[in-house]
């Protein structure tokens, strides 16, 4: 039988997740496999394998390859980029240093700031100044430029990042300056700030521009080691040459490997957006437009907010106290896990984390020498999962352990039982992931108690319906293959491509021609990125927003108009106080307003594949997928009662049809993850494959 | 009361935090000035219905624990007429015990069934309050009369009403009523929100529940601080910092202070400290605890809720009348400087019982320059706040480009400001030397030069640390002071004092340089490891006359020479006065 079969892995900090689907079966085949640090393309090809011979295909029966990976988040986080070095205006050497002066914590002096990602001795600059309105008032010292090459060409740097006051509005110095450099250090990448970003703040586009800079050479490597085993035939996949590959960006879209050499910071802080993008993209197809992802891992908790089906995007995102001024999905990791601990403090409230078991020694229950208790054990020990099953494919879990440590650390302290400890272990991290929901749809404006709860991640499914009630958020949507869901977001995502400009004026100064005259050429740009991309007319897709704020107010808010319409100008106060109106909670639409920015993106939809969806059954499942019942504790709803021990009924997933129906307590496993219900609540499986919980209140 | 359960309080305490997060949240969104949004410069709190702070969300830390003494003033005043849709308005730090007049507190109480259980409580800074000054922070102010209008706590919203008079009064008497106005209904929003909030959680836990974990609350966080204290070793610690003084001639001003540590008790007593000045540095009492509750939890290890439990095993004794504890007429608008010099002062102090948790001084606060005029016939003011040299720590050098412990503000981008004002920034640079020498080095002062490019402004400036630079500590050598030059176009060059009382004339052209303290030392210099000192050479931090001279190492062609440094350092050893022993 004939297959059409897309593949795409996401390499994680210990395991790479893959994912094979078979259109034309509708099957979906999944793999985990250790991340290999050394190279990753190890561990991807060996993931994707597996993957793909579930289906008893090979690799050249491949039609598209999706990949998420870590490499440039890691490459940050330790340090271990190019040797850069930086060139900018006389009079500011000490940009990179200085930076935006925040201190990390309020209070802490132990904790400081981490030395900034260029020496100070290979900060050089050069004499020459462009004004705020573009202008020359200085013309660029070539000699000093030449100087600063041949001390880099002496350091032995690999890449450089150039920067110059205003050169958003004139990049003239820049584009020499970087010329000169190309012509003074064959082999070195040379990046101008302007090639990553437009934006004017010169300390955040400093350091974009650096990080940019700094993992070129990086992902230049991987990238080219990532392609040639894909297309191996002996050792490799055997990938024919004529199939797409695609890299995840921060801000959820595709680009090509050939854009990912080049922008490789943008594919930094891209790993959970993958997660993000599948979740829009499985709650549409269940018809859910508002969501709140909440995606647990083994030390954190990634939280983001998706109204009208769109993740919301930010342009100011901090990687390690780097700040970066890409596009990234507005994403909020809180310090909640899996691995979680849990302790009792000198004021005797219990508390969990903010420190973490972390992969090594992990929670006690993975008998690799972890003696804390965390949130994983309490979960092992409330049988919310099976001892015996495999977290990740290679442990077996210790639930005497998990038990032991719950009782000598918290339970006996305490004076209450095992069970109520750990049933407190849950509850506190749950407050703690609530705070993290809440600021961020506080923060946006938001009342989550509108918003579907999405919960994945292996972890996920255990937490959604406690944590939802916490929010009084009535639905809890269990995507599915919960474990590895952002692989999956490679498979489905668009290509993407974004182009911003500052451009500061009153509104009231401008006509709908003057705003159009600026915004066509970004169009004309996007347009004629897809069309190298062999995106054909009818699949590409503009997007322009303004960005707007009050006269006198320091922050703004993009607004998405119409611009193929006549008179979007027009209707652009309205749609912005609307928007004030929610995010703020008040607008005045008397007062003047002004335009900050414009940030075109150009979307090339690569045809989708369409997901499988469940066959219908009744109301109840399938014999099939009873597995059993296991005694499971719950703390109570009431807030005043007490928790009990439940003979609960296990259920597979993988045998539910749509509109099978199932009342909490129970659990349903699956072989990336595993969902609690809680007593009381409502489990409907959704012929779009999702799991839809309404949630006990 | 019934024993408390240890996973309730937590769930309570993180659900209290979640309302004051918020509440800064939609306050930093929804309001109008860059001082509020980019600085920071506010605080948002859920207090009990006592007026006892629940939760602070601390933005700028030297407002914490500011809004009890506020909330006992009002509740004073109107203990019996307090009803549901009052807002309370007041900023006067002598009848509305406020911080300084720019700083306006917003105030809600929170009903539920008919009875007070709460209040939510915002303090911001605003642009302008009116005074002889744009941005009410007259250094040269004699009396609080000169500084703003004067609002003792009023309604400005009673039982839902809004009070049209405050409103209109408010707003003629400052010169920037839209930002004022904006930033206004930022608190009001934040307020409100948090209330919602803290309503959602007494219906969903049980108003006698939630409000008797809020008492629970308070001592465990005293529980917590007492375990702190009682871990310091008793005794009375006693240190004097100094600001420098007023304008052409000044007069030092001593911050004389004591801790005092028994058992787990902790008092600060300021006898000793400067009578209270014409010129406004002087610090309400409020404004002075924050300032030591600062500096205490920067010691302290534990992560201790920010509510009043916190500050009940804490005395805070201030003459009335001094500089720290001023009484009316004394102007405060520039209060914020003292507030550095008392962190300073107390972490002077606590460094002699717990050398391991503080640094040797630092910068001292922010510099914040003012230019203001007329430019394309337009009015502006600039001012900001630039900073950020710590002193030595105990296991790092000071650090550059973080600011001092008692504010967290970002400096403001050079594109920005130009793309704004009249002004070119020619240079924003680490000033290499400078730092004081030690086992670990102060941090670097940087200086950041203006060109005017407009035809004419005045220039202000509120700096400090010439006379008195940051103290090293254990050995460490002090850093350098500031140095604060006006160069004219026709070449001449006039040295600004510390704290200008009167404004300095800036034509097109003139440029204004200033350069900050630097921080001081930890530990002896001739300790500091050669491959440190060589490393900061390469590094450009430090320069090959500087390394031998203050610390000893002989640099040569990039490399240590080990004899002569060894020769050098026995050299200088002998010269100290560790030398006899």
Request: aromatic share 6%; glycine share 10%.
């Amino acid at each position: 039988m004939v297959k059409k079969i897309r593949v795409a892995s996401d390499v994680g900090g210990t395991f790479t997740d893959s994912i094979a689907y078979d259109e034309v079966s509708g099957t979906i085949t999944v793999s985990k496999v250790s991340t290999t640090p050394e190279n990753r393309a190890k561990g991807t090809v060996e993931g994707l394998k597996r993957a793909i011979d579930q289906h008893g295909a090979s690799g050249n029966e491949v039609d598209y390859v999706g990949h998420g990976m870590t490499t440039a988040t890691n490459a940050v986080i330790q340090r271990n980029g190019a040797l850069t070095a930086f060139l900018t205006n006389h009079g500011f050497k000490d940009l990179l240093e200085i930076g935006r002066q925040n201190r990390p914590t309020l209070f802490d002096i132990s904790i400081v700031k981490p030395g900034a990602l260029v020496d100070p001795e290979l900060c050089f600059t050069a004499r020459g100044r462009i004004d705020a309105s573009g202008l020359e008032v200085e013309p660029l010292n070539e000699a000093d430029v030449i100087q600063a090459a041949q001390a880099m060409h002496r350091a032995g740097v690999k890449a450089v990042g150039v920067l110059f006051l205003h050169s958003y509005a004139n990049p003239g110095h820049e584009q020499r300056a970087r010329a000169l450099l190309e012509q003074h250090l064959p082999g070195v990448h040379v990046c101008a700030s302007t090639d990553v970003s437009r934006e004017f703040r010169e300390y955040e586009r400093a350091s974009t521009t650096v990080l940019n800079a700094y993992l070129r050479p990086v992902m230049d490597r991987y990238l080219r080691s990532l392609y040639g085993m894909l297309v191996d035939e002996t050792d490799g996949l055997a990938l024919r040459n004529d199939v797409p590959v695609m890299v995840m960006d921060a801000a959820g879209g595709l680009m090509s490997l050939e854009s990912a050499r080049s922008r490789p910071v943008s594919t930094v802080l891209s790993g959970p957006a993958g997660g993000v993008v599948a979740s829009a993209h499985v709650a549409r197809r269940a018809g859910i437009d508002h969501i709140i992802t909440m995606d647990i891992g083994g030390t954190s908790t990634d939280i983001s907010l998706i109204r009208k089906g769109r993740p919301e995007i930010t342009r100011s995102a901090v990687l390690e106290t780097v700040p970066i001024r890409i596009p990234v999905i507005d994403i909020n990791a809180i310090g909640a896990g899996g691995g979680s601990i849990a302790w009792i403090d000198e004021g005797g409230a219990l508390r969990v984390g903010p420190m973490s078991a972390e992969a090594v020694p992990g929670p006690a229950c993975y008998g690799r020498g972890g003696e804390r208790p965390t949130v994983t054990d309490a979960n092992l020990v409330l049988g919310r999962f099976d001892g015996k099953s495999r977290l990740g494919g290679s442990l077996s879990l210790n639930v005497e352990a998990a038990f032991r440590v719950i009782r000598d650390a918290i339970a006996e302290p305490l004076d209450i039982t095992v069970y109520e400890a750990a049933a407190g272990i849950l509850r506190v991290a749950h407050s703690n992931i609530v705070r993290g929901i809440r600021v961020v749809s506080v923060e946006r404006g938001y009342d989550p108690r509108d918003f579907a709860l999405v919960p994945f991640g292996g972890a996920g499914p255990m937490h959604g319906s406690p944590v939802a009630r916490e929010l009084r958020m009535p639905r809890v949507m269990i995507p599915p293959t919960p474990g590895i869901l952002c692989a999956m977001g490679q498979l489905i995502s668009d290509l993407r491509h974004d182009f911003v400009a500052t451009h500061i004026a009153a509104y009231a100064d401008q006509t709908e021609e003057d705003m159009s005259e600026l915004v066509l050429p970004l169009v004309q740009q996007g347009l004629a990125r897809l069309e190298r991309e062999g995106i054909a007319p009818e699949q590409r897709q503009i997007e322009v927003r303004l960005e707007v704020r009050y006269v006198g107010q320091s922050y703004d808010l993009p607004i998405l108009v119409d611009f193929d319409a006549r008179d979007y100008w027009k209707t652009l106060p309205v749609l912005f106080h609307e928007a004030h109106q929610v995010r703020f909670g008040y607008a005045d639409p008397s007062a003047p307003i002004e335009i900050v920015g414009i940030n075109v993106t150009a979307i090339g939809r690569i045809d989708t594949p369409v997901l499988p969806s469940l066959a219908h059954g009744g109301s109840t499942p399938p014999s099939q997928a009873h597995a059993g019942r296991r005694k499971i504790y719950f703390e109570p709803l009431d807030a005043h009662a007490k928790g009990q021990l439940f003979n609960t009924p296990v259920y597979r997933r993988s045998e539910l049809m749509a509109g099978n129906v199932i009342t909490g307590p129970a659990i349903i496993e699956e072989v990336s993850a595993t969902t609690v219900l809680y007593p009381g609540d409502v489990l409907t499986a959704h012929e779009s494959g999702n799991l839809i919980v309404e949630v006990a209140q | 009361m019934k024993t408390f359960d240890p996973i309730r309080l937590e769930v309570l305490k993180n659900a209290f935090d979640t309302i004051a997060d918020e509440m800064a949240l939609i306050l930093m969104r929804a309001a109008y000035s860059p001082i509020v949004r980019d600085s920071m410069d506010f605080s948002t709190a859920l207090c009990d219905a006592f007026g006892q702070t629940l939760a602070q969300g601390v933005t700028t830390p030297m407002h914490l624990g500011s809004f009890y003494d506020a909330m006992r003033h009002l509740l004073s005043h109107y203990e019996g007429n307090i009803f549901e849709g009052d807002v309370f308005i007041g900023n006067d730090p002598y009848a509305a015990a406020g911080q300084h007049l720019p700083d306006i507190y917003i105030i809600q109480p929170i009903f539920f069934d008919g009875r007070l259980v709460a209040w939510t409580t915002t303090l911001a800074h605003h642009a302008d309050v009116g005074g002889i000054v744009p941005g009410s922070n007259a250094l040269g102010a004699t009396e609080i009369y000169q500084e703003g209008i004067r609002l003792p706590f009023l309604k400005l919203y009673e039982r839902g009403a809004r009070n049209a008079s405050i409103w209109d009064i408010l707003m003629l008497n400052v010169r920037v009523p839209s930002l004022v106005a904006g930033d206004l209904f930022a608190q009001m929003a934040a307020c409100h929100a948090g209330q919602r909030s803290f309503v959602d959680l007494l219906e969903r836990y049980g108003a006698d529940e939630v409000l008797s974990y809020a008492e629970e609350l308070h001592n465990y966080a005293e529980r917590l601080t007492r375990a702190e204290i009682a871990q310091f070793p008793d005794g009375t610690f006693a240190f004097t910092d100094y600001l420098d003084g007023l304008g052409k001639n000044p007069v030092p001003i001593p911050i004389t202070l004591a801790v005092s540590i028994r058992g787990d008790e902790l008092e600060v007593d300021f006898t000793g400290t400067s009578a209270q000045v014409k010129g406004g540095v002087n610090t309400p009492l409020p404004f002075t605890k924050a300032a030591v509750f600062t500096a205490l939890r920067s010691v302290m290890k534990s992560d201790i809720p920010n509510c009043r439990g916190f500050e009940r095993a804490i005395r805070v004794q201030a003459p009335l009348g001094t500089v720290v504890n001023s009484v009316h007429p004394a102007p405060c608008g520039a209060r914020g400087i003292t507030g550095y010099r008392i962190i300073d002062a107390m972490l002077g102090a606590l460094s002699i019982p717990l050398p391991d948790r503080v640094t040797a001084d630092g910068m001292g606060g922010a510099s914040v320059p003012a230019f203001g005029g007329w430019h394309d016939g337009k009015p502006f003011v600039f001012s900001e706040t630039v900073m950020g040299t710590w002193g030595g720590a105990p296991t790092h050098d000071g650090q550059v480009g973080v600011p001092h412990m008692g504010a967290n503000q970002a400096n403001i981008p050079v594109e920005m400001i130009e793309t704004n004002y009249p002004l070119r920034i020619v240079r924003y640079e680490i000033v290499p030397d400078s730092g004081g020498a030690g086992r670990y080095r102060g941090g670097n002062a940087f200086v950041r030069e203006y060109e005017f490019l407009g035809d004419e402004a005045v220039l202000t400036l509120r700096s400090d640390k010439h006379d008195f630079p940051p103290y090293g500590l254990f050995g460490g050598k002090a850093g350098s002071g500031p140095v604060s030059v006006l160069r004219q176009k026709e070449g001449h060059e006039v040295t600004l004092p510390v704290l200008v009382t009167e404004p300095y004339v800036m034509k097109k052209g003139d440029v204004f340089r200033h350069r900050s303290p630097a921080g001081g030392g930890y530990g002896d210099a001739l300790d500091r490891p050669e491959g440190m000192v060589l490393d900061d050479v390469l590094d450009g931090l430090i320069s090959e006359a500087h390394a031998a001279e203050a610390f000893g190492v002989v640099i040569e062609a990039g490399h240590v020479n080990h004899a002569a440094t060894a020769v050098r350092r026995d050299a200088m050893k002998c010269r100290s006065p560790a030398c006899d022993s």
